[in-house]
């Protein structure tokens, strides 16, 4: 299990570019209330809730990381730019409940919605094979 989904993509829907931020921008430890070893890498980060346009899962986006996570490097930069609309300016997610790669129950919001894009391709692929078959 890991912190961070590694995407600015929605991992419930799959869709590209819909995970936009919808609250004020935080330090890490005005959200969440841990304490301990892993705790202390994160005080001080700056997140925001977000959520998917699409289909409403709620997620937590990482908008600037914090001077304690080590496993960064200190040089690093987020992946984003003042250029871009103020919701979208984050570099990763978590899931906002477990602040993590897994979901709480609380965070799927809609059952997963067929993603249109897959649906295309798969059809694509069934009509290849049908055709490469000579039906």
Same mark, same amino acid.
């Given at each position: ?7 600015? @993509? ?6 590209? @570019? ?6 004020? *921008?935080?330090?890490? #430890? *005005?959200?969440?209330?841990? #304490?301990? #070893? ?10 925001? &809730?977000?959520?998917? *346009?699409?289909? *409403? ?7 600037? +990381? $914090?001077?304690?996570?080590?496993? #960064? ?7 984003? $730019?003042? =250029? @871009? ?6 570099? =990763?997610?978590?899931?906002? $409940?477990?602040?993590? @790669?897994?979901?709480? +129950? $609380?965070?799927?919001?809609? /059952? &997963?919605?067929?993603?249109?894009? /897959? ?7 069934? /009509? ?8």
């Amino acid at each position: 299990m890991s912190k961070n989904i590694g995407s600015k @993509d929605c991992r419930n829907c799959g869709l590209v @570019d819909t995970v936009v931020i919808i609250g004020a *921008q935080m330090a890490w #430890e *005005q959200y969440y209330a841990w #304490e301990g #070893e892993a705790a202390k890498h994160f005080r001080g980060m700056q997140i925001a &809730q977000a959520e998917c *346009q699409y289909c *409403q899962t709620r997620y937590m986006a990482w908008v600037w +990381p $914090s001077a304690n996570m080590v496993w #960064e490097r200190p040089t690093f930069k987020p992946e984003w $730019s003042m =250029d @871009d609309p103020p919701e979208k300016r984050f570099y =990763d997610l978590s899931y906002r $409940s477990t602040f993590n @790669d897994e979901p709480g +129950p $609380s965070d799927i919001r809609r /059952k &997963q919605p067929p993603n249109p894009v /897959k649906l295309l391709n798969i059809m694509a692929e069934i /009509k290849t094979l049908l055709e490469s078959a000579g039906i």
